[in-house]
């Protein structure tokens, strides 16, 4: 029982995830459609052939008869011999309790036309077991057809007048096994479908594939390319207005990257004329004031030229030692005074974008020492999957602010200020910068305090 159940819950689970999908639907639904119409062809067929098997018969024993009345007229003495001896194949002579009280109309007319009116000719079809109940099963007189009688009783007049009633047992060819059905035969029409309905599927399903994976590349932030619009009209239709769309977003995604490029650009001319006219102030502490605002404005600028550039995606790929690309990462930061240290290694060499990855790191780096005092970098390598984690001891987010972190100029609480230095981009050009090369940012708080984000690349997605 439980076996049973496993196993029907086993074709429940492919059935649903089969079903699940539009190819798998397309297989579901034409393969069933077409053994349907199969099925239902065979059984058409079967009728068919057996009606004309039937009026065959009809035939034949008509034929069989006429011959007979004609030997009988003939030469009715050597003819009634052979009838009283049994020696004429397939007719047999009348036993007690044999009687017509069913006539068969189509074959008593076929009886009349041959035989004239004058035969009073009169024909029934009985079962085999009614001509021969001591040898029913004899191959050559078996029942093999539903509703196709083998044995036929007649009665008519000879040509010189006289009574006749014969038993007409159809010769062997006529007997045909009935193979229609045959589960052989259903199973390959089933498998047949099957593989037509997989192929219909694939072609169908193809360029909706082809415009899947491309949705998939333009989300994450690669370059349009435009597919060739092949298909049924209803895919060509999707995939020109995919096309359409990749290009109307590309075109407002470099406009309005350009116009956050231009001006922060622009706002640098006028922030270092502020720069030098502040030493014009002679009031220390007014002078003081202004100067650290000014830092404030000159970082935002240049983070927004950060975010802006961070949209460009026609760097190409290159395999990097991701160990020796960390640890210059960690020296260069060091140098500029931060502490910032190496723990775990992958060992792994793998298609990058080097220099995305190394805004990414960079920003995350200069996060953790901003927020944290210092940082740590991890590289971890699982079956298919890279992991970078950038640990600090900071006090850490709250848990329902990690996301809102990511949006641009978005701090955390009190930790955060802008005492810090810190403009509110950084985790946003990270993110941005790790879309690039087909990686996801996320942060975590530390069980132990701090915090740690994680860049995380699937492998196999890499170029």
């Known amino acids: 029982m439980g076996l049973r159940a496993f196993r029907d819950g086993g074709a429940r689970f492919w059935a649903s995830r089969l079903w699940a999908s539009l190819a798998g639907r397309m297989v579901l639904l034409l393969t069933g459609g077409m053994a349907l119409v199969a099925t239902a062809a065979l059984m058409v067929a079967q009728e068919a052939h057996r009606r004309n098997l039937n009026d065959l018969r009809m035939a034949s024993v008509a034929s069989t008869v006429e011959d007979i009345s004609n030997q009988l007229g003939a030469r009715p003495e050597d003819t009634e011999k052979l009838l009283a001896a049994g020696l004429v194949r397939h007719i047999l002579t009348p036993q007690p309790g044999w009687t017509i009280d069913r006539p068969s109309p189509r074959l008593t007319q076929l009886l009349v036309t041959r035989l004239g009116p004058r035969a009073h000719a009169l024909a029934q079809a009985k079962p085999n077991e009614y001509c021969f109940p001591r040898n029913r099963n004899d191959p050559e007189m078996q029942f093999v057809w539903p509703g196709v009688p083998t044995c036929w009783l007649v009665r008519f007049d000879d040509p010189r007048g006289h009574p006749r009633m014969l038993a007409v047992v159809l010769p062997r060819y006529l007997n045909v096994s009935q193979t229609l059905y045959d589960p052989l035969y259903l199973a390959l029409i089933v498998v047949l479908s099957a593989l037509l309905a997989t192929l219909a599927a694939y072609v169908a399903i193809r360029p909706l594939r082809q415009l899947t994976r491309a949705t998939e590349a333009f989300s994450l932030g690669e370059e349009p390319h435009l597919l060739a619009e092949t298909g049924p009209s209803e895919v060509r239709t999707a995939i020109a207005t995919f096309n359409l769309m990749q290009q109307r977003v590309s075109e407002g995604h470099r406009e309005r990257t350009g116009m956050l490029a231009a001006i922060s650009h622009d706002l640098q001319t006028p922030l270092t004329r502020l720069q030098l006219r502040l030493d014009e102030v002679a009031d220390t502490a007014i002078r003081a004031q202004l100067s650290a605002d000014l830092t404030i404005m000159q970082s935002i600028v240049r983070d927004g030229l950060d975010l802006a550039r961070s949209s460009d995606n026609r760097e190409p790929?290159?395999?990097?030692?991701?160990?020796?690309?960390?640890?210059?990462?960690?020296?260069?930061?060091?140098?500029?005074?931060?502490?910032?240290?190496?723990?775990?290694?992958?060992?792994?060499?793998?298609?990058?974008?080097?220099?995305?990855?190394?805004?990414?790191?960079?920003?995350l780096v200069e996060n953790a020492v901003n927020y944290g005092g210092s940082a740590r970098i991890d590289c971890i390598a699982a079956p298919g999957q890279l992991e970078i984690r950038i640990s600090d001891e900071g006090p850490g987010i709250p848990e329902g602010d990690l996301e809102r972190m990511f949006q641009p100029f978005a701090r955390g609480e009190q930790s955060r200020s802008r005492a810090t230095g810190g403009t509110g981009l950084g985790l946003t050009i990270a993110r941005a910068q790790a879309k690039l090369f087909r990686a996801e940012v996320a942060l975590e708080n530390r069980s132990c305090g701090g915090m740690v984000a994680i860049i995380r690349l699937v492998l196999s997605a890499a170029k």
């Open 317 to 363: 790929w290159s395999t990097v030692d991701i160990d020796s690309l960390l640890a210059s990462i960690a020296e260069d930061a060091m140098e500029l005074g931060a502490e910032v240290e190496i723990g775990k290694t992958c060992g792994l060499a793998i298609p990058i974008k080097i220099d995305a990855m190394t805004r990414c790191v960079t920003n």
